[in-house]
């Protein structure tokens, strides 16, 4: 009877977070979105750098 317990309570937290986790993932999204239709209706992309530094291409692997 015990570990149906702590399996039921373990169950209920794991469920707790991923709500958690989805609702943070939903905000973060919301977030994106409010930015980029901003800078949709400045006339830019919304793909712009965050700092005016070009890209540092890097050199590819070697085996």
């Known amino acids: 009877m015990y570990e149906f317990e702590t399996h039921r309570f373990r ?8 709500a ?11 977030r ?7 800078t949709a209706g400045l006339g830019t992309t919304g793909a712009e750098p965050h700092t005016d530094r070009p890209r540092r291409h890097r050199l590819p692997r070697t085996a």
């Open 20 to 30: 958690q986790e989805r609702l943070a993932r939903e905000a973060v999204g919301a």
């Open 11 to 18: 169950h209920a937290e794991l469920r707790r977070a991923a």
């Open 32 to 38: 994106r979105a409010a930015r980029r239709e901003e």
